[in-house]
């Protein structure tokens, strides 16, 4: 496009009513590339599937060696050194984030063995899966099977019809070639829960209130004293940080909220661990939360000057509720070592 915001190449005469950051850094690497865009379109894939792994396994790598030197190793000569434990963590954790599907797979296999009954089929009310029929093999041959494992939630109308909710997940992106925001978004995403864990993890201590003086001038100066009472760092860290987390609003815009919410409750935690004593912690938090909310938005203003959305605003569902069996369908999976974890967890502490 020769202008921005671009023109929408699905209605001539409109520009693209959604974020488009993504498309933006995609275009930029095709350029410099010289490569033909279909080219480039499937190295994206390829790239943003090796960029979500590789994120995944480097999150959860530092978070179990944080927890392990936390809890202390018997031997002193193994801190720092690599650990087996947190490796396998790691994969593991890239495993589930790009190359797991949901539970309708399961019901797939079920459903090409001629296994199940018609009751159980109108139960999952999974649009189309009760209606294909059994596979001459031990897995589906249906050629769109695959398809329906994203769109498992089917909302019941209370005046009669449905609505079909997208149900996507990473894998089912990738396989379907999908280079959309929402995938666009997950290396950067990944980046701002890194973000957010080395705040937590931070090993100089948050400044106390009114330790800092009042000696130099002048706006800059200002503006320095202040970000200094609520970060050790500079001024420019929380620069970044904004520069960050604002581009989630360009790349896929309701991340923006969900993730600064993320890195302000790790804030949050870290002031309230180095100030027990004091309510700080929360104004603190509710201060660098507006300093950063402006400054996101602020650092693409010309994205929102120009952002024209199809969507009408927020509204109340309503009567329409997803069904927990189809929820379950959905994040089953990922809910069974989750609340495991929990039950353990919850089981220690009791004991204690």
């Known amino acids: 496009s020769h202008t921005f915001p671009p023109r929408d190449p699905w209605l001539s005469g409109y520009a693209i009513s959604y974020y488009h950051f993504g498309y933006v850094i995609v275009a930029m690497l095709t350029r410099l590339s010289g490569l033909a865009s279909d080219v480039t379109f499937n190295l994206t894939v390829a790239m943003l599937f090796a960029l979500a792994a590789n994120g995944a396994f480097s999150l959860t790598y530092g978070m179990v060696e944080a927890y392990r030197a936390r809890r202390g190793a018997a031997d002193e000569a193994l801190i720092g050194a690599p650990s087996e434990g947190a490796a396998r963590s790691g994969i593991l954790a890239a495993l589930l984030l790009v190359a797991m599907g949901n539970l309708e797979g399961l019901f797939e ?146 991340d923006m909220p969900i993730y600064l919410g993320l890195l302000l409750v790790a804030y949050a935690v870290r002031r309230q661990i180095d100030q027990p004593s004091t309510s700080a912690w929360l104004s603190d938090a509710v201060t660098l939360g507006a300093v950063l909310s402006i400054l996101c938005i602020a650092l693409y203003a010309p994205f929102y000057l120009g952002f024209r959305s199809q969507a009408a605003g927020i509204g109340w569902v309503g009567a329409i509720k997803t069904r927990p069996h189809q929820y379950l369908l959905m994040f089953g999976a990922l809910l069974v070592p989750v609340v495991g974890w929990l039950a353990l967890t919850a089981g220690r502490h009791l004991r204690l």
Do not use: M
């Open 109 to 254: 296999l079920i459903r090409a063995r001629g296994w199940g009954s018609e009751a159980l089929w109108r139960w999952l009310d999974v649009r189309n899966l009760g209606a294909s029929a059994p596979s001459r093999a031990w897995y589906p041959d249906d050629g769109w099977w695959w398809w329906r494992a994203s769109r498992v939630i089917h909302d019941r109308l209370p005046g009669g019809g449905y609505d079909e909710v997208i149900s996507e997940f990473p894998f089912f992106s990738f396989l379907l070639g999908d280079v959309h925001p929402h995938v666009l978004a997950l290396p950067f995403v990944l980046l701002a829960l890194a973000l957010a864990l080395n705040v937590l993890l931070s090993i100089e201590r948050l400044p106390a209130h009114g330790a800092l003086t009042t000696r130099d001038a002048g706006p800059v100066a200002w503006l320095r004293r202040h970000a200094r009472s609520l970060w050790p760092g500079d001024a420019a860290d929380l620069a970044l940080w904004s520069l960050l987390i604002g581009a989630l609003g360009f790349l896929n815009t309701w």
